[in-house]
């Protein structure tokens, strides 16, 4: 049983608030790597914490690792019972159901948000896939409308952070055309996607547009040059420092290279 009487005040002070630092990752009693959040909100100060692989919250609904996989598990086997009944009974969520499903999506968004303020581009990925492939499950299969149409506002944003955090993890991996190309290309999905009926989407779509190019001038800036493209700034500074015998050494080489 919990001990009521636990204090966090001592946790709290070793570990004052910073907006740059207020997300770290530790290793929890139970042997579980632990991401954990700061929070200070004026009177209200604590402590986030949520597990860094699996469910966030380190339950096993439905005896499953997460709700997801249960009712994906579901579908495939009443697809099965109808191939051996011959039966054309589709699969549909509930209300219940899909709330369940929303909850999950709230919940892996939540850690993938932090996630990527810790650069860990690899969890930022395999979150944001999963929580892509809830959207299409719950788009196939909800009985309701309502429910069908519930998380289609949000697919620039989650478009967005999945291409950020691939591009981000090829940048390091000194892929550097590719990282732009995956932003590029995460643009293009997010202005060919189906218009949604819905604010969030509108304005998402437009924040995302302009913060995947503004990502991509960056990591271009950022690109290490090619051997002729050093050669040919340092032939500008040259010229533009009337320095004209270094410039006409620099010429030579790029001849020699160009050769």
């Known amino acids: 049983m919990a001990d009521p009487n636990q204090d966090i005040s ?154 950020t955090a691939r591009a981000m993890l090829a940048f390091e991996e000194e892929k550097f055309d590719e990282s732009v190309a995956i932003l590029h290309e995460a643009k293009e999905k997010i202005e060919e996607l189906a218009e949604v009926d819905a604010e969030e989407f509108v304005a998402e779509q437009e924040r995302s547009r302009q913060a995947l190019d503004e990502l991509a001038e960056e990591l271009s800036s950022r690109k290490p040059l090619t051997r002729r493209e050093q050669m040919q700034k340092d032939l500008e500074e040259s010229v533009a420092e009337e320095d004209f015998e270094k410039a006409a050494q620099i010429r030579d080489q790029l001849k020699d290279l160009e050769g």
């Not at 699969?91 to 219940?96: H, I, P, V």
């Not at 159901?97 to 395999?126: H, M, N, P, T, W």
């Open 10 to 163: 001592g946790i709290l002070k070793n570990w004052d608030y910073d907006p740059n630092t207020n997300v770290r990752k530790i290793v929890g009693e139970d042997g579980v790597q632990k991401l954990q959040v700061r929070v200070d909100q004026g009177a209200f100060q604590g402590i986030l914490q949520l597990n860094l692989d699996g469910r966030p919250d380190g339950t096993r609904p439905h005896d499953a690792e997460f709700v997801l996989d249960h009712y994906r598990e579901s579908a495939a086997a009443h697809e099965a019972r109808n191939r051996v009944w011959r039966k054309e009974e589709d699969f549909e969520l509930d209300r219940a159901s899909c709330q369940e499903l929303f909850d999950e999506s709230a919940r892996v968004y939540g850690r993938y948000v932090f996630l990527l303020q810790l650069k860990e581009y690899d969890r930022v990925i395999r979150d944001t896939e999963r929580n892509m492939t809830l959207f299409e499950f719950v788009h196939t299969y909800a009985s309701h409308e309502d429910d069908r149409q519930n998380l289609q506002k949000w697919w620039p944003y989650i478009l967005r952070i999945h291409a």
